[in-house]
């Protein structure tokens, strides 16, 4: 767009917004690639309802487990809330209030869950204690400018029910506000005097019984906030904790140590501080695979290296759950993009379902599944020539395998938690302590070839009869919730073994009384006799060397287990049709979450194709397109200089490339505007580039800039 003028100037012109980039569905994905088929549509909606029931079984999860440490909390801020306004003409009530109850919340090292923490904390403050809940960011409060600023703005959002005319007021202090704690103190009392106490309330349960409600503020990542900030803050609050009830959450990534780092004696003297530790990241962890993958509610299942992939990144990078709740998501994305048998990764009835509308293309793909072809291999030349020609035969077999594979997982994961039970409190743990231990042990191969498994067996031949009754009776509980007949039965042969030692009980008394009888009749003898009869019992011992009842009986269910063990655990690879429910494909997981900047940007800006899939960027290696974008042109040719780079060596060598694409508009405007356009993209490339941290300016040669990188990246 061209302008004319008598002098300089700036002109403005608004943007078209008729003209607006259309956004692709997402299912519209599935349809495109090399894996598109005529089912990519079912795929993808049955993606979306399996993520959607895994992603509100998390949230349940997450409620349930921050249950009491929110209820404590409110717990606390109630007590503390009452004790400020009780006895508060006494002398020991007038050191109360100049105290601020402070609630140090340990939150871990999981810093990218803290955000979803404390939003459901403020949620549940709002609804059951008071409206008045702030959370600030030290990244917003540099100063105790910002700092009070947003504070005041926030509180001034929050949602009371008050009259219009109440509204109206708050609406004009909060134009003419001076921020303050005296103008903050005032707010406060105005707008708490003139709300009416039986009026009711929605979102406030308990703030009814209290003269006013107080004012939560959360500080979400303490450590962060400079000292100066929060010590004026807190003895500036102790001055006026009278007419602006206030109470401190501290969200504590570290120790409660930091408090005493940051405030000295004299702040922190001002604070009565209590703390409150939060579930351990991998308790959590835990009990989300528990839930979402140690379970037959949801079909989709992670191959031993996926799972590894995923919980390596958790335990060693970011111990964040919100993460690998997105890489399993980025899993179950991926496995139903990639596989086009994923049609099949549903609830039982619905994928027999599903079995009868295949088509010709899916009936081949599962003929050439590697467990499909195994299990083929196994079975007789008729049964093999009708899985292989018939479709019909192969859809009906199909319905066999696909519930057999739901009966397999059923069995295997009840058995999974009994062999936990019974491996989790052996010393030293040879096959973990947690069950995600254990059941990547069990899908990367057969577990009982394992030496681990061996020397679990040895311990189990030494345990005490207490502590064996014990593991038995919460084996008993896993089988117990079982419906199948096998396991049933399994339960009722566990139930027999606890009956069994419990009747030991019985024999072991009898032989404790007829040992202190011959003990008695010991005592009488002199030395040389009681020598004489401990050498004749220790040699009918050595002689006999039979075993005890509870002996016989331990080894019984010693071998119990390793037969429940060989006949349950076997790893799913060799399960027919185990590809449609597993996504193993750990190693396009790996590239998209183990992120390698560096060769993604020499990817990207040496080859723009890779990322872009414009066919005008197909080029052969070591040309340089013309229509490429300017970074990608000024990269490609800073790759072909030396330490230093000559500014206009470079920019000429830019220009004569750009310009080949750009001759044919070349009567549309002058070269020297052209010249001028083309200069600019230059240094506009070139500034990108530094900013990349792939060049930096020099003072060696005028008109130079060093390179900084080599070797392609």
């Given at each position: 767009?061209?302008?004319?003028?008598?002098?300089?100037?700036?002109?403005?012109?608004?943007?078209?917004?008729?003209k607006?980039?259309?956004?692709?569905?997402?299912?519209?994905?599935?349809?495109?690639?090399?894996?598109?088929?005529?089912?990519?549509?079912?795929?993808?909606?049955?993606?979306?309802?399996?993520?959607?029931?895994?992603?509100?079984?998390?949230?349940?999860?997450?409620?349930?487990?921050?249950?009491?440490?929110?209820?404590?909390?409110?717990?606390?801020?109630?007590?503390?809330?009452?004790?400020?306004?009780?006895?508060?003409?006494?002398?020991?009530?007038?050191?109360?209030?100049?105290?601020?109850?402070?609630?140090?919340?340990?939150?871990?090292?999981?810093?990218?869950?803290?955000?979803?923490?404390?939003?459901?904390?403020?949620?549940?403050?709002?609804?059951?204690?008071?409206?008045?809940?702030?959370?600030?960011?030290?990244?917003?409060?540099?100063?105790?400018?910002?700092?009070?600023?947003?504070?005041?703005?926030?509180?001034?959002?929050?949602?009371?029910?008050?009259?219009?005319?109440?509204?109206?007021?708050?609406?004009?202090?909060?134009?003419?506000?001076?921020?303050?704690?005296?103008?903050?103190?005032?707010?406060?009392?105005?707008?708490?005097?003139?709300?009416?106490?039986?009026?009711?309330?929605?979102?406030?349960?308990?703030?009814?019984?209290?003269?006013?409600?107080?004012?939560?503020?959360?500080?979400?990542?303490?450590?962060?906030?400079?000292?100066?900030?929060?010590?004026?803050?807190?003895?500036?609050?102790?001055q006026?904790?009278?007419?602006?009830?206030?109470?401190?959450?501290?969200?504590?990534?570290?120790?409660p140590?930091?408090?005493?780092?940051?405030?000295?004696?004299?702040?922190?003297?001002?604070?009565?501080?209590?703390?409150?530790?939060?579930?351990?990241?991998?308790?959590?962890?835990?009990?989300?695979?528990?839930?979402?993958?140690?379970?037959?509610?949801?079909?989709?299942?992670?191959?031993?290296?996926?799972?590894?992939?995923?919980?390596?990144?958790?335990?060693?990078?970011?111990?964040?759950?919100q993460?690998?709740?997105?890489g399993?998501?980025?899993?179950?994305?991926?496995?139903?993009?990639?596989?086009?048998?994923?049609?099949?990764?549903?609830?039982?009835?619905?994928?027999?379902?599903?079995?009868?509308?295949?088509?010709?293309?899916?009936?081949?793909?599962?003929?050439?599944?590697p467990?499909?072809?195994?299990?083929?291999?196994?079975?007789?030349?008729?049964?093999?020539?009708?899985?292989?020609?018939?479709?019909?035969?192969?859809?009906?077999?199909?319905?066999?395998?696909?519930?057999?594979?739901?009966?397999?997982?059923?069995?295997?994961?009840?058995?999974?938690?009994?062999?936990?039970?019974?491996?989790?409190?052996?010393?030293?743990?040879?096959?973990?302590?947690?069950?995600?231990e254990?059941?990547?042990?069990?899908?990367?191969?057969?577990?009982?070839?394992?030496?681990?498994?061996?020397?679990?067996?040895?311990?189990?031949?030494?345990?005490?009869?207490?502590?064996?009754?014990?593991?038995?009776?919460?084996?008993?509980?896993?089988?117990?919730?079982?419906?199948?007949?096998e396991?049933?039965?399994?339960?009722?042969?566990?139930?027999?073994?606890?009956?069994?030692?419990?009747?030991?009980?019985?024999?072991?008394?009898?032989?404790?009384?007829?040992?202190?009888?011959?003990?008695?009749?010991?005592?009488?003898?002199?030395l040389?006799?009681?020598?004489?009869?401990?050498?004749?019992?220790?040699?009918?011992?050595?002689?006999?060397?039979?075993?005890?009842?509870?002996?016989?009986?331990r080894?019984?269910?010693?071998?119990?287990?390793?037969?429940?063990?060989?006949e349950?655990?076997?790893?799913?690879?060799?399960?027919?049709?185990?590809?449609?429910?597993?996504?193993?494909?750990?190693?396009?997981?790996?590239?998209?979450?183990?992120?390698?900047?560096?060769?993604?940007?020499?990817?990207?800006l040496?080859?723009?194709?890779?990322?872009?899939?414009?066919?005008?960027?197909?080029?052969?290696?070591?040309?340089?397109?013309?229509?490429?974008?300017?970074?990608?042109?000024?990269?490609?040719?800073?790759?072909?200089?030396?330490?230093?780079?000559?500014?206009?060596?470079?920019?000429?060598?830019f220009?004569?490339?750009?310009?080949?694409?750009?001759?044919?508009?070349?009567?549309?405007?002058?070269?020297?505007?052209?010249?001028?356009?083309i200069?600019?993209?230059?240094?506009?490339?070139?500034?990108?580039?530094?900013?990349?941290?792939?060049?930096?300016?020099?003072?060696?040669?005028?008109?130079?800039?060093?390179?900084?990188?080599?070797?392609?990246?």
């Open positions: 767009m061209a302008t004319s003028s008598v002098s300089k100037g700036c002109f403005v012109f608004k943007p078209n917004f008729k607006r980039k259309i956004s692709v569905p997402i299912e519209d994905y599935f349809n495109k690639g090399k894996n598109a088929s005529e089912d990519s549509k079912l795929r993808f909606e049955t993606y979306q309802l399996i993520w959607q029931q895994m992603k509100s079984e998390t949230e349940r999860l997450q409620e349930e487990l921050n249950k009491n440490l929110f209820d404590s909390l409110i717990e606390f801020l109630q007590t503390s809330h009452s004790g400020l306004w009780k006895n508060s003409e006494d002398w020991s009530g007038e050191i109360k209030l100049r105290e601020i109850p402070t609630a140090a919340l340990i939150l871990g090292v999981n810093v990218t869950d803290h955000d979803l923490t404390l939003r459901s904390l403020t949620e549940v403050l709002q609804n059951n204690v008071t409206p008045y809940v702030v959370s600030l960011q030290a990244k917003d409060c540099p100063d105790m400018k910002h700092f009070l600023q947003k504070l005041v703005s926030q509180l001034m959002d929050c949602k009371v029910d008050v009259q219009s005319k109440e509204k109206e007021s708050v609406q004009v202090i909060q134009k003419n506000v001076h921020y303050s704690m005296d103008s903050l103190s005032a707010w406060y009392m105005s707008v708490t005097q003139k709300t009416d106490p039986k009026m009711p309330r929605k979102k406030r349960t308990f703030s009814s019984q209290w003269h006013s409600p107080p004012v939560v503020l959360i500080l979400k990542d303490m450590e962060s906030f400079t000292t100066k900030v929060l010590q004026d803050f807190i003895i500036i609050s102790s006026h904790l009278r007419e602006f009830p206030l109470i401190l959450i501290f969200g504590i990534a570290t120790s140590v930091v408090i005493h780092r940051l405030l000295p004696h004299a702040v922190s003297s001002l604070l009565c501080i209590e703390l409150f530790q939060s579930l351990s990241c991998k308790e959590h962890l835990t009990t989300v695979l528990d839930k979402l993958l140690l379970t037959t509610q949801f079909p989709f299942k992670l191959s031993e290296k996926v799972l590894q992939i995923l919980t390596n990144i958790f335990l060693y990078h970011d111990f964040s759950i993460n690998f709740i997105k399993l998501q980025l899993s179950l994305l991926e496995h139903f993009y990639s596989q086009p048998l994923s049609v099949l990764c549903c609830n039982l009835p619905e994928a027999k379902r599903r079995t009868h509308f295949l088509s010709a293309n899916q009936c081949e793909n599962i003929r050439r599944l467990s499909f072809r195994r299990y083929v291999e196994k079975q007789s030349s008729q049964k093999q020539v009708a899985l292989l020609t018939s479709d019909k035969s192969l859809k009906e077999e199909t319905q066999s395998l696909l519930e057999n594979l739901h009966v397999y997982h059923t069995n295997y994961f009840l058995v999974l938690r009994c062999l936990h039970q019974f491996t989790s409190s052996l010393p030293k743990y040879p096959l973990g302590r947690q069950i995600r254990l059941y990547c042990m069990c899908l990367e191969k057969n577990i009982w070839d394992s030496e681990e498994y061996a020397s679990v067996l040895q311990l189990l031949r030494l345990l005490a009869k207490d502590e064996l009754m014990a593991m038995l009776q919460n084996c008993f509980k896993v089988f117990q919730s079982s419906s199948a007949k396991l049933g039965n399994t339960a009722k042969k566990i139930e027999e073994f606890l009956a069994q030692f419990q009747s030991l009980d019985a024999e072991t008394k009898e032989e404790e009384d007829t040992s202190q009888s011959q003990s008695k009749g010991l005592q009488k003898t002199d040389y006799h009681l020598q004489k009869s401990l050498l004749e019992m220790k040699e009918l011992r050595s002689t006999s060397k039979r075993q005890t009842k509870f002996e016989v009986l080894e019984q269910v010693v071998s119990f287990v390793d037969s429940l063990v060989r349950y655990l076997l790893p799913p690879d060799t399960q027919p049709l185990h590809e449609t429910l597993y996504f193993s494909s750990a190693h396009t997981l790996r590239q998209h979450l183990n992120a390698a900047p560096r060769i993604a940007l020499h990817t990207a040496n080859n723009p194709y890779y990322y872009l899939k414009n066919e005008a960027l197909r080029s052969e290696e070591g040309c340089i397109p013309n229509v490429a974008p300017d970074i990608c042109i000024a990269y490609k040719l800073h790759l072909e200089c030396s330490r230093l780079i000559n500014l206009v060596d470079w920019s000429e060598a220009a004569t490339v750009v310009t080949a694409a750009e001759k044919m508009d070349a009567n549309s405007v002058t070269s020297e505007e052209r010249n001028e356009v200069h600019a993209r230059f240094i506009r490339a070139v500034s990108e580039l530094e900013l990349l941290g792939f060049i930096k300016p020099t003072k060696q040669k005028t008109d130079h800039v060093a390179r900084l990188t080599w070797g392609g990246c």
